[in-house]
């Protein structure tokens, strides 16, 4: 490939969005399969032939410089548009193959996704699922997935969003508390009783902020959902499974998806709490680029989730 004005190639410019995007030059190199010694001199010659530093550099952290964010937002688009054109170019097999990123949140691939994934799987083999579970909303993450999912479209507003909600299975925001931590605290039995109890707080990894109790006034589906921020704290975690695990051990009263609590109810292990004032779940968006409907492994899956959510 011809260099680009002062000898720039598109290898350092690659290893230069690696390193911007991972946040450290070992975590690049895995995600380019190459070794940190090669990724590290890419950096170094593409700085000297800058004549600037695109990084500053401790012995911890690795932080763009002015400069090095003004590359970073000014060639992205062009190296996508690249990929794709290329990518284009080459898909011209009698099947759709190759790797498919995916971004979810655990409880969106738990709760929605997880027999859509595995059916698509089954009828494409030849293409490569690459899911990674995760609720960040971070614009470089969004960029690095092929197809994202998550409970709201504010996503880049360069990205195509599409409505999942109504065509997903019903769910609600339930709260549930293990036998064991109600006979020590005793039943929770209205929403004038929540402050008297300890509750198990969910942290969004992508904002750190605390995922609200939300609750109907009444029992009417219609009526006003309110939301409780300050309700005495037990615990605090990132991890539906933790959080789950902790109210199992009676730890305190958990808020989560109702579908991921139906074994424990089923079992007994955990109790339905307020039931009647439980109020549906946010709804549910799935966002790509523009430019990745034209590749055939993303048409496929749009496709192939279009039909099984058809009516």
Request: glycine share 4%; hydrophobic share 40%.
């Amino acid at each position: 490939m011809a260099d680009f004005i002062n000898g720039i190639t598109y290898t350092q410019l690659l290893s230069f969005r690696a390193i911007f995007e991972a946040g450290n030059i070992s975590k690049a190199a895995k995600k380019l399969g190459v070794s940190s010694a090669s990724v590290s001199h890419s950096l170094k010659s593409l700085e000297k032939q800058l004549s600037a530093p695109l990084f500053l550099r401790t012995t911890r952290t690795i932080r763009a410089t002015d400069l090095g964010v003004r590359l970073y937002d000014g060639s992205c688009a062009a190296m996508d548009q690249l990929n794709t054109t290329v990518e284009q170019a080459c898909e011209n097999q009698s099947a759709p193959s190759g790797r498919l990123s995916l971004n979810m949140a655990k409880n969106i691939y738990d709760v929605y996704l997880k027999d859509i994934l595995r059916e698509f799987q089954t009828n494409y083999p030849s293409i490569q699922l690459d899911i990674n579970l995760s609720d960040s909303l971070d614009q470089h993450i969004d960029n690095n997935f092929d197809i994202g999912f998550r409970f709201d479209n504010t996503v880049n507003e360069n990205m195509i969003v599409k409505p999942l909600a109504e065509r997903l299975k019903k769910t609600k925001i339930a709260l549930a508390a293990a036998p064991k931590y109600i006979d020590q605290n005793g039943l929770l039995e209205s929403i004038d009783q929540l402050s008297k109890h300890q509750f198990i707080k969910f942290r969004i990894p992508s904002s750190q902020k605390l995922f609200p109790i939300r609750l109907r006034e009444n029992d009417n589906s219609s009526s006003t959902i309110l939301s409780f921020d300050d309700l005495p704290t037990a615990a605090i975690v990132n991890n539906t499974d933790v959080l789950i695990d902790m109210a199992l051990e009676g730890v305190g009263i958990v808020a989560l998806i109702d579908s991921m609590l139906m074994e424990n109810f089923s079992s007994g292990e955990l109790l339905p709490l307020l039931e009647t004032h439980w109020c549906e779940t946010n709804p549910i968006y799935m966002y790509f680029a523009p430019e990745n409907r034209h590749l055939r492994r993303v048409r496929c899956f749009l496709d192939f989730v279009d039909l099984k959510l058809s009516p």
